[in-house]
């Protein structure tokens, strides 16, 4: 059984950088698509980024796209969301997911497994 687990997460000035982490354990990521989703308190959940851990492919939501940058590492299992130019907007929990087969959609029901969320808070 896949289980994943972020870590990253933390307070940051408006303008500045994180970089979230995603360990996957019980299986390879070989054949799977791995995205980042973030909460608002009251909201739906939104896609961020995902990438085909086979090929390397990836996509983003336009909210995000030019400041974060997605990328894996398959020997240790894990994928990386490095974002930049931080806005107060991206406040958010933002879970790790994965799903079966490639990164072709940010679609909630593509992705049937999730981590248990980090808070980002980007505030002065």
């Known amino acids: 059984q896949l289980q994943l687990v972020e870590s990253g997460g933390g307070l940051v000035q408006p303008g500045g950088s994180l970089r979230l982490s995603c360990a996957a354990h019980g299986s390879p990521l070989d054949w799977y698509a791995i995205g980042w989703f973030r909460q608002v308190l009251g909201k739906e959940r939104e896609g961020v980024a995902c990438i085909s851990i086979k090929g390397g492919g990836t996509m983003y939501a336009d909210s995000v796209k030019g400041r974060f940058a997605i990328s894996k590492d398959a020997v240790k299992n894990m994928v990386h969301l490095q974002m930049n130019s931080l806005k107060a907007e991206d406040t958010a929990v933002y879970y790790c997911?994965?799903?079966?087969?490639?990164?072709?959609?940010?679609?909630?029901?593509?992705?049937?497994?999730w981590g248990q969320g980090t808070q980002v808070t980007v505030s002065s």
């Open positions: 997911v994965a799903g079966m087969g490639r990164c072709g959609s940010l679609a909630l029901y593509e992705y049937g497994y």
